[in-house]
């Protein structure tokens, strides 16, 4: 076992992902440069780091990225079916800095885009245990500035469990979002709700940037029943249920 602090600087944070996922993968520095064209991102991390055999853990990190600061914490098993742990926590999460284009909800590739993010998060039999949690003062995603974020998703061989996903304000609107989706071994079983509260309820449906990915489509699982309930306008407020 090693253990000890890091102290870390790189001036291109896109070559130096490129050149570590390149031990996994012959493609992933070329997929990397596809769509993260904006900046190649200044780092400087400081943290503690333990390194098994079969593990790499980061405790009580502390980064600036791009002259933002954050800290957090990385966790990853091998072994197994393997595990992954990431928390971050900053002050802003400007991922439109990096990926100006943006990402699209699905892609050709079924690695890149948000549903290929979201593949990894699939609970599945031989599924790794995933935990990503994220709190951010300011998030800026696909063209959208949303703040006061707290996202907080697990999962892995028994199921997906959304347990804590908040949006404070985005285009005048306050996003939650809960659920779970369980897998015994005979299909998926759960449900999601998702509440949207906002003023003008129209104008959120019309412009819609952040519900822009086909929800529909995302849920053509299971028996795909999607529930839309429409809350009386003195709430102000969209309501989404799903039962998987």
């Known amino acids: 076992e090693l ?10 944070l896109r070559e130096l992902a490129g050149w570590v996922t390149s031990w996994s993968s012959a493609t992933a ?3 990397i440069a596809k769509f993260w064209t904006g900046s190649r991102g200044r780092l400087s991390l400081q943290s503690g780091v333990s390194v098994r055999q079969s593990s790499l853990r980061l405790t009580s990190a502390r980064y600036e990225l791009d002259g933002f600061p954050g800290s957090g914490e990385f966790e990853i098993l091998i072994g197994g079916r393997g595990s992954a742990s990431i928390r971050i926590d900053a002050e802003q ?3 439109d800095r990096f990926v100006p284009a943006g990402f699209s909800a ?5 690695k890149l885009g948000i549903a290929g993010f979201a593949s990894y998060l699939a609970p599945g039999q031989d599924a790794r245990d995933v935990r990503i949690k994220v709190s951010a003062g300011e998030l800026r995603f696909n063209g959208v500035r949303a703040f006061d974020v707290a996202f907080d998703v697990s999962s892995g061989a028994r199921g997906l469990n959304l347990q804590v996903i908040e949006i404070g304000e985005v285009g005048g609107a306050r996003l939650e979002a809960s659920g779970v989706i369980l897998d015994a071994g005979q299909g998926l079983d759960g449900a999601v709700e998702l509440l949207l509260h906002e003023q003008d309820v ?3 449906v019309e412009g819609g940037d952040i519900l822009r990915i086909e929800l529909e489509r995302l849920l053509e699982i299971g028996d795909g029943t999607v529930v839309i309930a429409l809350v009386a306008p003195s709430q102000a407020a969209i309501v989404v249920r799903a039962r998987i």
């Open 3 to 12: 253990v000890g602090n890091l102290d870390l600087a790189a001036g291109d």
């Open 29 to 31: 520095k070329a997929s």
């Open 93 to 95: 999460l400007d991922i």
């Open 106 to 110: 699905f892609t050709s590739n079924d």
């Open 202 to 204: 129209a104008a959120v």
